[in-house]
């Protein structure tokens, strides 16, 4: 089955789908996104992605293209005709075309991009079962992380340092030496007494959607956590270190740079939750 697109209103092959030169997501990086993962058909925490998407919007005063049911049911339809049943669905939305000016144009119409692809849980479980590997970057973004924008040039050089060093992700360190979030995660230690930490949302990171349902599994788990930032020594002295995201959802680390975390294997409490959460996406 060839892959389908939604551009603006119109559902084309994949192959052939883009958008005019003057778009000020091209532009300008003028624009937002949310990416949603599709289990057994379903998607999961839509209406979390959908809300983040909307604020997402508000806070950068973009339009919205059409209403929220309407994008709903194009959703749908983008994943019925790419046959998705486990995958993904990408969202994209710019302030729209408008002849090149930094300031908002007066009369662009958003424009709205959706594709949808099949992926594997295969991949995502092995590395569960491996552990993966994280390196610690300097956190050189802008002062308004908690919008999902699609300029995402210091997140893409994060994670390319990355994958130079051979590992699976980079965690951002601010200038005051605390961790702030992975280049496309959320970031959590385990410490000595099994404590769950993970950074308090704010502007400085993404409210991630994995995230808020893994707290909310933690708040009737009755698992102990705290919501505060934490030092890049207090990372490499866990006793765990995971991370949250919507397409790696639970994911065991066992080294950061070169110190290794525990003894080396994914930790336990990383490992049940992992479990505990890939039954809340089943159910």
Same mark, same amino acid.
């Given at each position: 089955m060839s892959r389908i697109a939604y551009v603006n209103g119109q559902y084309v092959p994949h192959k052939d789908a883009s958008v005019h030169i003057e778009d000020r997501g091209y532009q300008f990086a003028d624009g937002v996104y949310e990416v949603i993962p599709i289990i057994a058909g379903k998607m999961i925490d839509a209406d979390g992605h959908l809300d983040r998407l909307w604020r997402s *919007? !508000?806070?950068? %005063?973009?339009?919205? #293209? *059409?209403?929220? %049911? +309407? *994008? /709903? =049911?194009? *959703? %749908?339809? @983008? =994943? %019925?005709? !790419? &046959? @998705? /049943?486990? &995958?993904l669905i990408y969202m994209q939305v710019t302030r &729209? $075309?408008? +002849?090149?000016?930094? #300031?908002? #144009?007066?009369?662009?119409f958003p424009s709205l991009v959706m594709t949808a692809k099949k992926t594997s849980l295969e991949k995502s479980a092995r590395k569960a079962e491996?552990? @993966?590997a994280v390196v610690t970057v300097?956190?050189?973004r802008w002062q308004r992380c908690d919008i999902k924008s699609v300029s995402l040039l #210091? !997140?893409? =050089?994060?994670?390319?340092?990355? @994958?130079?060093? &051979?590992?699976?992700?980079?965690?951002q360190v601010d200038e005051d030496g605390m961790v702030?979030?992975?280049?496309?995660? !959320?970031?959590?230690? $385990?410490?000595?007494?099994?404590t769950l930490i993970t950074r308090p949302t704010n502007n400085s990171i993404l409210a991630g959607i994995t995230r808020a349902a893994l707290l909310d599994l933690l708040e009737k788990n009755k698992i102990k956590f705290e919501l505060r930032s934490f030092s890049k020594e207090e990372l490499l002295n866990a006793r765990e270190v995971f991370l949250t995201s919507s397409s790696s959802y639970v994911q065991p680390v066992i080294k950061v740079d070169d110190v290794v975390i525990g003894n080396g294997n994914p930790g336990s409490i990383a490992t049940n939750l992992r479990t505990v959460f890939k039954e809340y996406m089943e159910n």
């Open positions: *919007m !508000n806070e950068l %005063r973009i339009e919205e #293209p *059409m209403k929220r %049911r +309407p *994008m /709903e =049911l194009v *959703m %749908r339809e @983008v =994943l %019925r005709k !790419n &046959g @998705v /049943e486990t &995958g &729209g $075309v408008a +002849p090149r000016d930094h #300031p908002f #144009p007066a009369d662009a491996e552990g @993966v300097p956190d050189i #210091p !997140n893409i =050089l994060a994670k390319q340092e990355a @994958v130079e060093k &051979g590992a699976y992700e980079a965690f702030t979030e992975g280049s496309s995660t !959320n970031a959590w230690i $385990v410490d000595q007494d099994g």
